[in-house]
């Protein structure tokens, strides 16, 4: 099954993350100028924020991997529920959609659509339902009626004498 690597990255501490968080904590006591020196106090050093910064971009990341790991085996499992000729099918689909990136989230998407036929099996391959009919075909055909047209919520109202 084709999927896309993430690659693991190490938050990079730089002079402009320094120089935003010494804004950012400037801002903080500018906003209540008389008690300026007793949120300066509570402030951390920069050094604490970064290194605070550092550890929780390590532990965002490791949950950020283990939803993603979730999602894979959440995608395999709605594709073993499937007959193997239409795995098949939805396996070549997806392994030969330019479109589709390789992400969970867009295989499950593509499930999603199949399991609510916005895609269907036709001749063992996998095709977009037809959702409109062609202004030609919907002109010749003499039992294609116009839907009626409901009020609220779908609801048929009667017409009143007045209107009528």
Not at 5 to 22: E, M, P, S
Not at 54 to 76: F, N, P, S, T
Not at 131 to 149: G, H, N, Q
Request: charged share 35%.
């Amino acid at each position: 099954m084709r999927c896309k690597r993430r690659l693991r990255t190490d938050y990079a501490v730089t002079d402009r993350k320094r120089a935003a968080a010494r804004r950012m904590q400037q801002r903080q006591r500018d906003t209540v100028p008389l008690l300026a020196e007793l949120v300066a106090e509570t402030q951390p050093s920069i050094a604490d924020l970064m290194a605070t910064r550092v550890k929780h971009w390590v532990e965002w990341e490791q949950r950020d991997r283990d939803h993603r790991a979730g999602l894979w085996r959440r995608a395999r499992r709605a594709l073993d529920q499937h007959e193997p000729a239409t795995r098949r099918a939805l396996l070549d689909y997806w392994n030969g959609h330019r479109w589709l990136p390789g992400d969970p989230v867009y295989l499950l998407d593509m499930l999603h659509g199949f399991g609510r036929g916005r895609l269907v099996v036709v001749d063992g391959k996998i095709q977009p339902a037809r959702i409109t009919m062609p202004v030609r075909e919907a002109i010749d055909s003499p039992e294609t009626k116009k839907p009626l047209a409901g009020g609220w919520l779908g609801k048929r109202t009667p017409k009143s004498p007045e209107r009528a």
